[in-house]
């Protein structure tokens, strides 16, 4: 016989109705399916973040090497003001000390041994020999400090080699790069036979970038990978290391593709080399 449902009959019916479908095993499943989401959405998350971070270095990487040719273009510029101004190259220029006084040594306008073994704590300077050259290991030096008095670079330079070394903010500038690089003026006199970092060839006055050597005064030791130097040789030069305006410096593996040989114009970057092992010679054009 049907009997109708109490109103408290018909309370408990709809409240068990609605727990039974929401068994703790059916609610612990949905739990478990929002946490499946949410570890995808984490890893989704990781991964943009990852790539980003590669992406980021690697725009890095690449402002970091467009400051090379920038800062190369900077130093030819201020040269040529330098020489327009003054009448003689920096570091070359043999009336300095009229300009800024002397070091060491005497007021003579001569070329000084005494004053070029003096290094400069000031605007006090030394004289070149006006022979149209800035060797490196005397008036290498001393063309940063011209140019740091004429007001073309900053920084204070001492004008002289540190203990027979390049030191990076002392004698020679830094470079924007970073990785302990910086830039040297330089001669090499023409034909050159070439030697172990350097090819044969037609040089001149020119501009060396490199990280200071631990064993003498040059920039040799490396700071581009070969890809990077190819990158900056093909966009202003002609793409190979052993010829043009700009140039391998400390080549051979895992520099270029050849050992070293000065007299191989035919050598290649080492491309497949991720080993930042070359530093770059700047030919005056």
């Known amino acids: 016989m049907f009997r109708p449902f109490s109103a408290n009959g018909m309370r408990n019916l709809s409240i068990e109705g609605l727990l039974t479908p929401r068994s703790p095993t059916k609610g612990g499943a ?22 980003g971070i590669l992406a980021g270095q690697s725009l890095i990487r690449a402002a970091e090497l467009r400051a090379i040719p920038t800062e190369y273009d900077r130093w030819v510029a201020a040269t040529q003001v330098f020489r327009d101004r003054y009448m003689a190259l920096p570091g070359d220029m043999r009336n300095a000390t009229a300009f ?3 070091v060491a040594g005497n007021a003579s306008d001569n070329y000084t041994t005494s004053c070029n073994t003096t290094p400069s704590t000031d605007m006090r300077t ?11 290991s005397i008036e290498g030096f001393r063309f940063w400090q011209h140019l740091a008095n004429a007001g073309l670079a900053e920084g204070n330079f001492t004008g002289m080699d540190d203990g027979g070394f390049s030191v990076i903010g002392k004698n020679i500038p830094a470079s924007k790069f970073g990785g302990g690089s910086g ?62 305006n700009v140039r ?8 270029t593709d050849t050992a070293a040989d000065p007299t191989n114009m035919n050598a290649q970057y080492q491309l497949d080399s991720n080993t930042r092992a070359c530093a770059a010679y700047f030919i005056d054009r």
């Open 30 to 51: 949905m739990r478990a399916a929002f946490s499946l989401v949410e570890l995808s959405i984490v890893l989704v998350i990781l991964g943009l973040l990852t790539g």
């Open 100 to 102: 800024w006084g002397f």
């Open 126 to 136: 030394c004289n070149g020999n006006g022979d149209g050259k800035s060797e490196a």
């Open 183 to 244: 830039w040297q003026r330089h001669y090499i006199s023409s034909p050159y036979a070439g030697t172990t970092h350097t090819f044969a060839g037609k040089y001149g006055s020119l501009f060396v970038f490199g990280k200071p050597s631990p064993s003498d005064y040059s920039l040799r030791s490396g700071v581009l990978g070969a890809q990077e130097l190819w990158n900056i040789d093909t966009k202003m030069d002609d793409g190979r290391p052993a010829t043009g």
């Open 248 to 255: 391998a410096y400390n080549y051979g593996p895992p520099c």
